[in-house]
Structure formats: structure tokens, C-alpha cells
């Protein structure tokens, strides 16, 4: 198709609002040529950071329905300053630990938009992105310091997720995809479809109408063995069994008397020396086994009516609903303290390591000695098969108006409405060996996974297993919904500020919490709990069809046990097996299960925001930037089920509770170029993260035994950040760039634990033996408030370039890298004292690096991303009890070849080095141990796809 002019960034690239397409070729005599591909995409995510009025990195769609991972929380890796996690063999958090990514070190407290509207994930304020589906995106902002026209809400940054428009493409466009995934570890072959219809119509009126339609559904199938053993330092003091002592000991097996090859570990005491104890650190290493399946499906759709250059109305919707299902099959072992063979090798156990040193002594040595091989005589374990499903649905509609009132004024409107149900449901089935059948387990924790070996009555004999019970233990609905209505203006003017920007948004978000959880449904004769005899209990040979073996491949046979086990069957889960063949065990119905009703809450938050915001240009626009401030004010109701016992009968009664607070948000950003193509960029903004709206429960219960009790704070106030940031930015090619960014973050709020006395109102007043440390019936109450200040600050460099340069197909290749070095400060107050530790999921350093390849028609990609240790969930009490991951990087490619104008095939592999997560004890920095506390595998995703694009 012959044009007029060159572009040299997607068409795609006009719906977003933050830069226009960069042209670079002003002769209307030349041919325009479409750049696309991934040439076309990092030209246009170059054209966006270089001309953006703020931090803002971006990755857009290779093509239609193409981001070049085939999963969304993987490609924000590639993003310097963004870190990822992947949880059974996908870019994703582990399970229930919001959307798993950290920006520039702080993690949980990003901000989630689609198209610049407030987007969740019902039960928490971000959306969950490995709900994402990679088909639907255009392309994605990451802003890592927002000025004050942008919705508040993220210390850490803003990711705005980016679809389609159809006036945004070209008069007609119907695409679509067949996906084949494979994972080498299953090896089942699972399915994804992509289909999307645009079309814009010239008015006879004048004008366009613009409408578009997509839709998506993904299914992916992992699997995940893992090894997860004790944390805690455990001390021990082995007995030898040809000691005198030894014979004396109840616990310990006499019939091992006399052996020199035989120890009993006992607990240790304060008086016993640390040259003769053992921490047994990582010895009872568990066999798990779960099968993770996927589903994601998407709808996208919008309409858009211009019937002139100065006015549109327009209507979207978006509807997104993921589902994460896994099936496992646990042995939980209870290893005995009967070990023969035992070995140990030289391990410090200081006080830093077990209780941060809280003495603030001379951080005493407590054990010589670490657990290193032995085997466990007589032990014996529980046999666990469960099911978790997590269906998410989150919908979003939205429809508004773009007018330019004058050729100075333009004026936007948007209401939007999301409506967010998660429900959170995980059960299983537990099977004990019959009495008298045990096992030896012989472990050897010095591997890389920890080797484990038993002997003993066989695994797979029905014979040997009796039931014990069934739990619905985690069994929860979230109900979430929000609304909003948003104007802004744009008023251009003359002088030193070209334009000012200022609007308003009023939003309400409420959240809905129901639990329905329960345990303990024993499977016995009687429906009562299992005897220690078991003179009550069933046999599993008796009901045999209910069971199934685990697979006999465990972690890849990389230990001497490879698996085989018994266990209830996960699939028969949620079917009426257990409730028809286990009468006595009373087990609900579902649909008919009685709610906990001191488990449910809600809030309600409302928000009413107005800004001001003044663009600047001068010396030629070789200096531009903003200065402006965004006002907030939020109001809160929450209300929660107490107990109260201060009436004649006990009863579940509604507590509520309201709070506001005002905050206020400066930002500034100027960006100076020193040459056409060197650009020295700073930024600063106040910015805030709410506290989720489940933890404003304003529950509180008691203990009037001894007086003490929790309660919950819906005066939480939103952590607080100044942000600072400075780059140097080198542009050299259209799609080409050098960047180096400091960064600065002071963050004030962080929350921790608080204690004090008060007097409560559902309960009478304490009057017990216990001295609780208060006065006047007052109870001890301990609560979450906002007390410390802590900080995120680091480095990232970032490089990406072909290389046009060269002669010859060596043009033709190119790189793409960027690094992250980012240090945080949390506080947390142990023992009355404030103490420094990492922020959950940050690593000190990351990076990312990516080989490329693309020539008439054919395209390729290689890219490895690694990170450093990391603490995993949240900072513990102790390192000793705390679990960190040891870095890692992860592998992956894909190649495209274009067989016409219009058809392509894909390949894409993830995980080419096969590589997870493994978990160890400790803490990253002074406080990590060689104590692997869980080690992973996941096997390597691959897909082959065919792309049509009319």
C-alpha cells in the first residue's frame, strides 16, 4: 500500500492518550512504511518514554493480538524496575498474594487500570494480572511516578492495561488465532482461540462509527512438585543408643539399646551446651504433588461515534474471568526421633538468626550443628488428596465523551462501573496409615532437592490406609463493585504554561466478605473424630474407588522416591461420593453450608478527588514538563459480626465503624533536552497506597479468661510516599535508546502491631485471675496502626537497540536489556525495637536481556530475566521461621514467521532452563542459610500458533 509519509510507530499506538506516533520522515514523496513486528513495537515504546511528560515505561502488541510472552505478568519483567514471581510454571504470585509484581521494589502497593479507569481483582484493591490475557492487549503503561492528572493509589507505580479501539485501526480488521500449549512435565496439549472484528464506517452525515468486538479464551495445564519441609531452628541433642542415658529416655525405642548406630533427638535446654546440639532445620521435608490448570477467557468490546474532528462518544466494555484449579496429592510426614546413621555438619546457630538478637547481647552461638543425613526409624505420615478452585469474574463498562469545545478547551466525561466476585474454595480428604504400619525414611539434606528414600509396608495397598476426615477449610466469596464519574479539561493557553489541565472524579468501592469454611468432618464408623486404637475407623479398602495413586515421576525422579502413593481421588472433590458414602460424617451440601458469620464484613469507600495541573515549554520546548497537585478526600464505612457477651444469651451482633482523612498530592516533572537527542529527566510526586478494604474490619474479640484480645482498625490510614526520580535518556534511532534512572523513595506509614488497654463493649468487664496489665476491667487489646517510615531506592539501566548499523543480515539482529538495583527498608518492631528488613518478593537485583532477530517476515526473540534472593510473602517474626527464594533466572523464546500478508505461525517456549523458585530458610543479606525449605519443579511450556489477520 503506497502512502505519503514514513511511520515509524503503530498505528495502535494513537490510543494512547500519552504520546502521539512519532513521524521522522517529512518528504511527502516518500512511500509511508508500517513499521511492525518487534522493530514496531519498540519504536513505539521508545516514541512513548521519550516523549512522555513523566516516568513511564511501555510494551506494546507486536500485531494484533500479540505481546511477545504468552503471558501478561512475564512481558512486565522485561521492564526495568518490575520483578515478577512465577507459581507452577507461569508468570504469576503464589496463590492468594495479589498480581506477584513488584515495582521498584514494593510489592502489593501498584496500582491496576484498564484504559486509565480503576480495574480490581474482587477481595483487594490491584488487578490480578496473570488473569491477563496476553490476545487481548494493545499494549501496557507502567508508570513508576505518576503526576497528579493520574488516578491516585500506588507508591510503587501505576500499571494501566491498554485494549483495542476501532477508530484507532484501520476500516476493517478481522483477526484471529489457534494456540496449542504443552507443558513437558504434563504432557497434555491445551487449547487457546483468539478472534477479533473491527469495523469503521465513513457517515454520509460526516463522521465515523467505529465498532469492535474480541474474545478470547486461554487453558493451560502445570504441574508443580515440591519438597516443603519445617522452618525454625529446632534444636536437638542426640542420645546415643549404647549410652546410659538413652535407656532411661521414655520417648525412645528400647529395642535400639546398645547400638552405636542409633540416636534418639531430644529436645534441647537452656543448659545444654551448644558444641552437642543440632538444628534440625529442613529435615521433615514433605511430598507434594499438584496439578495446576488455568482457564482464562476475555471479551472486549467498544463502540465509538464521531460525527466530526471536535466529538466523540463512545462506550466500552470488558469482561475478564480466570479460573485457578488445582488438584494435589500430599504426604504430610511426621518423621520420629529415632534416627540411625545420623550425620551432621558445622552450622552456626547464632541469636541474630533466631530472634534478631532481641537480648541486644553479644549474639550468642545457641547450636554447633546442623542436621545433614539420617534415617528416620519407625516414622509415618498422613496422606492428603485436595482441590482448590478460584474462579475470578471482573466486568467493566464504561461510556463517555471526547469534546474539544473550542480549539483551547477540551472537555472529557467517564463513568465507569466494575463489578469483581472471587470465590475462594479449597477442600480435602485426609488418610492415615492403619495402626502399627510405619515407615523408615532415610534424608539426605545436603542435595539439591533434599534425597529422600522409605521402606516400609507398600504405598499403593488400600489395606494399609484408613480415612480420618474431610475439610472444607478454606471456603470464602468475595462481592466487590465500584463505580465512578470523571471530567477533565484541557485549556491551552499562551505563555511560559502552555496548557492546564485540571478535573475531578468522585468513586465508591464496596467489598462484601462471606465465609463458609468449616473441618473436622470425621470419616469414621461413628461420625466421631479417629481414636488412637482406631476402633472406629473405615477402612480404604472398603471404599478403594474413591482413591487414586499419585504419579510415580515425583520431581522428575530426581530423589529415590518417585512417588506412587495413595490418596483420595481430588476429582471426585466436588461430587456427592463422600456426602453418599459417609453418612455419619454430616457433611453440607454444597450450596446449603452455614455461613461463619463472625467471619463476614464490609466496607464501603468513597472518594471525591480534584486536580490542577499546568504544562510548561520554553527555551524553544527544549525544557517542558508539569506542575500540579491532586486533593483527595476519603470517607470509609466498615462494619463486621463481634461476639458479644454482655447480654443474657451470647449472640453475633453488627459492629460498624466510619473514618475520613484528607491527602494531598504534589507532583513535578521537567525534562530538559541537553542535545536533540539526550534528554535529562526529573520527577518528584507525593503518592499514596490505601490499605485494602478488608483490612478496615472493624472486628474485635476477647479472651475474658486472660483478658487479652485483637481488634481490627478501620482507621488505617494510606501508606505515604515521596518519590523522586532522575534519568539521563540517549536516543540514537528510531527505536533505539540508552537510559540510566536513579530513584527515591520515602515512604511513611507502614504498619505494625500496637497494644494498649481499653475498654470493650460487646464484652463485660475483665475480672479474671490473669494479670493482663490493665486496670478498671479494662482487656489488653492488640491492633495493626500505622507507625514507621521506611524507603525503596535503586539504579535501573536499560538499553535497546538493532543494529542498523552493521552491514548485511547483521542488521537484521538487535538487543533489548535493561537492570535493577533497588534497596528497601520495611520496619517492623520486635521486642519494642524498630528493625530494617526487606520488603516482601524484592530482590536487590535483577535483569533482563533479550536477543532479537527480524527480516521480511521472520522474527525471533531470546530472552533470559533473572533475579536475586528474596524474602517470600511476608518479613517473619525471626529469619529462623522466615522463607526466602535463592535467585534464579528463567529462559525463554519465541520465533514468528509470516507465510503471507496474512497468515503466521508462532512458537513460543517458557522455561527453556526449566528453572522455579526454590525456597530456603532465612532471610536474604546476613541472615541466609544453605537450609532449603522447599525445593520446586514446574517443567517447560511450549505452544505452537496459527495467526490470520484480514
Known amino acids: 500500500m503506497k502512502l505519503s509519509k514514513l511511520v515509524v510507530a503503530m498505528a495502535a499506538a494513537t490510543a494512547f492518550s500519552t504520546v502521539s506516533p512519532m513521524l521522522v520522515a517529512q518528504d511527502e514523496g516518500l512511500e509511508e512504511v508500517m513499521v511492525t513486528g518487534i522493530r514496531g513495537s519498540l519504536q513505539n515504546s521508545a516514541a512513548i518514554k521519550r516523549n512522555a511528560g513523566e516516568v513511564v515505561e511501555s510494551i506494546t502488541a507486536e500485531d494484533v493480538g500479540k505481546l511477545p510472552d504468552p503471558n501478561v505478568a512475564e512481558t512486565l519483567t522485561r521492564i526495568p524496575g518490575v520483578q515478577g514471581y512465577r507459581y507452577g510454571g507461569e508468570g504469576a504470585s503464589p496463590v492468594g498474594e495479589g498480581s506477584g509484581l513488584t515495582i521498584r521494589g514494593l510489592s502489593g502497593q501498584t496500582a491496576s487500570r484498564l484504559n486509565g479507569r480503576t480495574y480490581f481483582t474482587a477481595g483487594g484493591r490491584e488487578f490480578n494480572i496473570e488473569s491477563a490475557i496476553p490476545g487481548m492487549i494493545a499494549g501496557i503503561d507502567v508508570f513508576k511516578n505518576p503526576s497528579a492528572k493520574h488516578i491516585e493509589g500506588g507508591i510503587g507505580g501505576l500499571i494501566d492495561i491498554k485494549t483495542r479501539r476501532p477508530l484507532?485501526?484501520?476500516?476493517?480488521?478481522?483477526?484471529?488465532?489457534?494456540?496449542?500449549?504443552?507443558n513437558d512435565f504434563v504432557g497434555d496439549i491445551d487449547?487457546?482461540?483468539?478472534?477479533?472484528?473491527?469495523?469503521?464506517?465513513?457517515?454520509?452525515?460526516?463522521?465515523?462509527?467505529?465498532?469492535?468486538?474480541?474474545?478470547?479464551?486461554?487453558?493451560?495445564?502445570?504441574?508443580?512438585?515440591?519438597?516443603?519441609?519445617?522452618?525454625?531452628?529446632?534444636?536437638?541433642?542426640?542420645?546415643?543408643?549404647?549410652?546410659?542415658?538413652?535407656?532411661?529416655?521414655?520417648?525412645?525405642?528400647?529395642?535400639?539399646?546398645?547400638?552405636?548406630?542409633?540416636?534418639?533427638?531430644?529436645?534441647?535446654?537452656?543448659?545444654?551446651?551448644?558444641?552437642?546440639?543440632?538444628?534440625?532445620?529442613?529435615?521433615?521435608?514433605?511430598?507434594?504433588?499438584?496439578?495446576?490448570?488455568?482457564?482464562?477467557?476475555?471479551?472486549?468490546?467498544?463502540?465509538?461515534?464521531?460525527?466530526?474532528?471536535?466529538?466523540e462518544l463512545y462506550a466500552e466494555g470488558n469482561y475478564n474471568y480466570y479460573k485457578y484449579?488445582?488438584?494435589?496429592?500430599?504426604?504430610?510426614?511426621?518423621?520420629?526421633?529415632?534416627?540411625?546413621?545420623?550425620?551432621?555438619?558445622?552450622?552456626?546457630?547464632?541469636?541474630?538468626?533466631?530472634?534478631?538478637?532481641?537480648?541486644?547481647?553479644?549474639?550468642?552461638?545457641?547450636?554447633?550443628?546442623?542436621?545433614?543425613?539420617?534415617?528416620?526409624?519407625?516414622?509415618?505420615?498422613?496422606?492428603?488428596?485436595?482441590?482448590?478452585?478460584?474462579?475470578?469474574?471482573?466486568?467493566?463498562?464504561?461510556?463517555?465523551?471526547?469534546?474539544?469545545?473550542?480549539?483551547?478547551?477540551?472537555?472529557?466525561?467517564?463513568?465507569?462501573?466494575?463489578?469483581?466476585?472471587?470465590?475462594?474454595?479449597?477442600?480435602?480428604?485426609?488418610?492415615?496409615?492403619?495402626?502399627?504400619?510405619?515407615?523408615?525414611i532415610t534424608r539426605d539434606l545436603k542435595t539439591s532437592p533434599h534425597n529422600i528414600s522409605i521402606s516400609g509396608p507398600d504405598l499403593a495397598d488400600p489395606n494399609n490406609f484408613v480415612f480420618v476426615d474431610y475439610g472444607n477449610g478454606t471456603h470464602q466469596v468475595f462481592d466487590d463493585s465500584g463505580y465512578a464519574v470523571q471530567t477533565d479539561f484541557k485549556y491551552e493557553v499562551d505563555g511560559f504554561f502552555n496548557a492546564v489541565l485540571f478535573g475531578g472524579r468522585f468513586a465508591s468501592q464496596e467489598s462484601n466478605y462471606n465465609n463458609y469454611s468449616f473441618g473436622g468432618k470425621a470419616l469414621t464408623t461413628n461420625g466421631s473424630g479417629l481414636l488412637a486404637d482406631q476402633s472406629n475407623a473405615i477402612s480404604v479398602a472398603d471404599f478403594a474407588e474413591l482413591t487414586e495413586t499419585a504419579p510415580k515421576d515425583w520431581v522428575k525422579n530426581k530423589t529415590d522416591f518417585a512417588g506412587g502413593y495413595l490418596v483420595f481421588s481430588p476429582s471426585l472433590l466436588n461430587s456427592d461420593a463422600l456426602r453418599t458414602n459417609f453418612p455419619q460424617a454430616n457433611i453440607p451440601a454444597d450450596g446449603s453450608?452455614?455461613?461463619?458469620?463472625?467471619?463476614?464484613?464490609?466496607?464501603?469507600e468513597d472518594t471525591l478527588a480534584a486536580y490542577v495541573m499546568g504544562e510548561f515549554a520554553t527555551a524553544g520546548e527544549r525544557i517542558r514538563g508539569n506542575l500540579g497537585v491532586r486533593v483527595i478526600q476519603a470517607d470509609v464505612d466498615a462494619r463486621a459480626m463481634v461476639w458479644d457477651t454482655t447480654g443474657t444469651t451470647a449472640q453475633f451482633v453488627p459492629f460498624a465503624a466510619s473514618s475520613s482523612y484528607t491527602d494531598v498530592l504534589p507532583s513535578f516533572n521537567i525534562t530538559g533536552e541537553l542535545q536533540d537527542d539526550l534528554l535529562l529527566r526529573f520527577g518528584y510526586s507525593k503518592g499514596i497506597t490505601r490499605p485494602t478494604l478488608g483490612s478496615l474490619n472493624p472486628t474485635i474479640s476477647v479472651d475474658q479468661t486472660t483478658g487479652r484480645g485483637s481488634a481490627g482498625n478501620p482507621d488505617l490510614k494510606p501508606l505515604e510516599a515521596d518519590s523522586y526520580d532522575l534519568s539521563l535518556e540517549h536516543y540514537f534511532g528510531p527505536a533505539n535508546y540508552a537510559s540510566i534512572a536513579v530513584f527515591n523513595k520515602e515512604i511513611d506509614g507502614f504498619i505494625n502491631t500496637a497494644e494498649s488497654c481499653e475498654t470493650v463493649s460487646v464484652a463485660p468487664a475483665y475480672t479474671g485471675a490473669v494479670d493482663n496489665l490493665c486496670s478498671n476491667g479494662q482487656y489488653f487489646i492488640t491492633r495493626q496502626v500505622n507507625a514507621e517510615a521506611g524507603s525503596a531506592r535503586g539504579v535501573e539501566v536499560a538499553v535497546q537497540t538493532f543494529f542498523d548499523m552493521l552491514p548485511g543480515a547483521w542488521s537484521n539482529?538487535?538487543?533489548?536489556?535493561?537492570?535493577?538495583?533497588?534497596?528497601?527498608?520495611?520496619?517492623i518492631v520486635r521486642d519494642g525495637k524498630v528493625v530494617n528488613v526487606p520488603q516482601a518478593f524484592q530482590s536487590d537485583d535483577s535483569y533482563s536481556i533479550a536477543g532479537m532477530y527480524e527480516n521480511e517476515g521472520l522474527s525471533a526473540r531470546l530472552v533470559y530475566t533473572y533475579r536475586s534472593d528474596f524474602i517470600l510473602f511476608g518479613v517473619a517474626a525471626n529469619p529462623a521461621v522466615g522463607r526466602y527464594v535463592k535467585g534464579y533466572g528463567v529462559l525463554d523464546g519465541s520465533i514468528n514467521y509470516n507465510i503471507s500478508d496474512t497468515y503466521s505461525v508462532t512458537f513460543t517456549a517458557s522455561n527453556l532452563t526449566d528453572s522455579a523458585p526454590v525456597r530456603y530458610v532465612g532471610e536474604p543479606g546476613s541472615v541466609t542459610t544453605g537450609f532449603q525449605n522447599q525445593y520446586y519443579i514446574n517443567g517447560r511450556n511450549f505452544a505452537v500458533g496459527l495467526r490470520a489477520t484480514f
Open 593 to 604: 453450608i452455614p455461613e461463619n458469620l463472625g467471619g463476614r464484613r464490609y466496607a464501603k
Open 325 to 440: 484449579e488445582q488438584d494435589y496429592r500430599f504426604m504430610i510426614m511426621s518423621d520420629s526421633r529415632t534416627v540411625q546413621g545420623l550425620e551432621t555438619e558445622a552450622f552456626d546457630t547464632t541469636e541474630a538468626w533466631v530472634n534478631r538478637n532481641a537480648n541486644g547481647g553479644e549474639n550468642a552461638v545457641l547450636a554447633t550443628q546442623a542436621l545433614a543425613s539420617g534415617t528416620f526409624l519407625n516414622s509415618t505420615f498422613n496422606s492428603l488428596g485436595g482441590k482448590e478452585n478460584r474462579p475470578y469474574e471482573t466486568w467493566l463498562v464504561a461510556t463517555g465523551f471526547d469534546w474539544n469545545i473550542t480549539d483551547r478547551l477540551n472537555m472529557t466525561t467517564d463513568v465507569s462501573y466494575v463489578k469483581a466476585d472471587q470465590t475462594q474454595d479449597n477442600r480435602s480428604v485426609t488418610l492415615r496409615p492403619k495402626v502399627g504400619n510405619t515407615w523408615d
Open 813 to 827: 539482529f538487535g538487543v533489548s536489556a535493561s537492570y535493577t538495583h533497588v534497596k528497601t527498608e520495611n520496619p
Open 191 to 311: 487449547p487457546e482461540i483468539f478472534g477479533l472484528y473491527s469495523e469503521t464506517w465513513n457517515l454520509e452525515s460526516g463522521g465515523e462509527l467505529g465498532f469492535l468486538f474480541a474474545a478470547t479464551q486461554q487453558k493451560s495445564h502445570n504441574r508443580s512438585d515440591s519438597t516443603p519441609s519445617n522452618t525454625g531452628a529446632n534444636l536437638r541433642r542426640a542420645v546415643r543408643a549404647d549410652s546410659a542415658e538413652y535407656a532411661t529416655l521414655a520417648a525412645a525405642n528400647q529395642s535400639y539399646v546398645g547400638r552405636s548406630d542409633v540416636w534418639h533427638l531430644v529436645d534441647a535446654t537452656a543448659s545444654d551446651d551448644p558444641s552437642n546440639l543440632i538444628a534440625t532445620t529442613s529435615q521433615n521435608a514433605h511430598v507434594f504433588q499438584e496439578d495446576i490448570i488455568r482457564d482464562r477467557k476475555g471479551v472486549n468490546t467498544a463502540i465509538q461515534w464521531a460525527p466530526n474532528d471536535d466529538f
Open 168 to 182: 484507532d485501526m484501520d476500516e476493517r480488521v478481522i483477526s484471529g488465532a489457534v494456540t496449542a500449549r504443552y
